[in-house]
């Protein structure tokens, strides 16, 4: 129900001219004077920096894509520097993002004490609707983080299990896969490539799975720290969702209210008319009467 009214809120809230009559209270307030400017600029920063968010996902996403093909430890070492900077600095806008949108919560709540914002009335519906919506905005922005880290840990596996096949020839069982995932030791797995390829021609493929091994784990730490604030978020999601339960609630009363009020006249105005209209039949029969009457106490006709 929360998403419903959402887009009109927003469009309505950052549309809406000055001067605008808050319905609900029957008090002429402009935007200006419900803080809705001040607002619109926190929301419009912290929508600035969910774009950054998104745009950093992309990155990570591309650097993934290019690490499935690298082979030399080098250029998986320089994909990991890379991707290592792209999620601190996720981290440090989405820890941002967070308290800028907890704050501004609170700060919803403590503009109902103003007149003409009080809980229910336009301006509190905009306020609450816009930053529900743009939490649950930056919660699936935060969902998308996490799969793609169970998507990379995926991924390691099977580009590993590729590297086994390729050097040895053979299909490695679960239980080496999963140890080398582990540990990152490959040389055990490939010793008896060693002995007959020679050292030199394996060293570069050990050197990768070691390289690809330590950049997966160091990745996956690094995400698994953003998981804390999706969980934060899908918390003030839910507290957001039940505040706006309850106004729309309020809302949908007062329309039905309404409705049953104009549906009240609307029959009052009929039976109105309904009366009208049989007094003026009833005065009608009474003058026909009046007139009969008359006319038979005169006996106008024996007169002539």
């Not at 803080?35 to 990155?59: A, P, Y």
């Not at 009335?121 to 930053?131: C, F, H, I, L, Y």
């Not at 080398?180 to 030199?200: D, P």
């Not at 934060?232 to 999601?237: C, F, N, R």
Request: net charge neutral.
């Amino acid at each position: 129900m929360n998403d419903l009214l959402t887009d009109s809120f927003v469009s309505e809230a950052r549309a809406q001219p000055s001067g605008t009559n808050d319905i609900e209270m029957g008090i002429p307030r402009s935007m200006s004077d419900a803080g809705m400017d001040s607002f619109n600029k926190q929301i419009q920063e912290i929508e600035k920096q969910v774009e950054k968010l998104s745009g950093l996902l992309k990155k990570l996403k591309d650097a993934n894509e290019e690490s499935k093909s690298v082979t030399k430890a080098s250029a998986m070492k320089a994909i990991k520097k890379r991707m290592e900077k792209d999620i601190d600095e996720v981290g440090k806008i989405a820890r941002g993002v967070k308290g800028k949108l907890e704050g501004i919560s609170k700060d919803n709540l403590a503009n109902r004490q103003n007149p003409g914002c009080e809980k229910g009335t336009g301006v509190d519906r905009s306020r609450m609707n816009m930053t529900n919506s743009l939490t649950k905005k930056f919660r699936e922005l935060m969902i998308e983080f996490q799969t793609l880290r169970q998507r990379i840990q995926d991924e390691y596996r099977e580009v590993v299990e590729r590297r086994v096949i390729t050097v040895t020839g053979t299909r490695p069982d679960e239980e080496t896969i999963d140890n080398l995932i582990e540990t990152g030791n490959s040389e055990q797995i490939f010793q008896k490539a060693v002995q007959e390829q020679g050292r030199g021609q394996v060293l570069n493929t050990l050197e990768e799975i070691q390289e690809r091994h330590d950049t997966v784990k160091e990745i996956e730490k690094k995400l698994l720290d953003l998981h804390q604030i999706y969980l934060d978020m899908a918390v003030l999601v839910d507290a957001q969702g039940e505040v706006l339960d309850n106004i729309e609630t309020q809302v949908s009363n007062t329309v039905d209210y309404m409705q049953s009020g104009t549906t009240q006249l609307q029959n009052a105005k009929k039976l109105q008319k309904n009366s009208r209209k049989w007094m003026c039949i009833a005065i009608m029969i009474l003058l026909i009467i009046v007139a009969v009457v008359v006319v038979g106490v005169l006996k106008p006709w024996k007169s002539s």
